[in-house]
């Protein structure tokens, strides 16, 4: 599945460390791929929706819809 | 329970914000106090040391030990 996520509260490359590994604590297999400009996350892989939404918000960030 | 443990990685606020909320994620009563110049988070509540471990490497940073 590849999907792409409007992400908030991402201003460094430690935030997008952050959210690649909360996603990936959860889905192993996951592809993460952060553009911390856009404030964009692109999955490739079997985490649906609901799993990043909730490992985004754990970690800390504003998960605001599909991108 | 109160502890200090040196995390590395952390550059920003968002990173703060999301070592903060990755360990409430596991614990939700532990407050949490990070120091970001000297890369170090103060505990307080019933986190333990490997929730707190757990927590914080789930979240893309070092875990370095008891600060």
């Known amino acids: 599945m590849n999907a792409s996520y409007r992400i908030d509260g ?8 952050s959210v690649t590994k909360a ?3 959860v889905s192993p297999t996951t592809e993460v791929a952060v553009d911390l ?7 490739t892989g079997p985490a649906d929706g609901d799993q990043v939404k909730r490992a985004v918000e754990d970690a800390g960030f504003d998960f605001v819809g599909p991108a």
Chains 1, 2 share one sequence.
């Not at 400009?37 to 999955?43: C, K, L, S, T």
């Open 10 to 17: 991402m201003t460094c490359q430690g935030c997008a460390r």
């Open 37 to 43: 400009e856009a404030g964009v996350v692109a999955i």
């Open 23 to 25: 996603i990936q604590a």
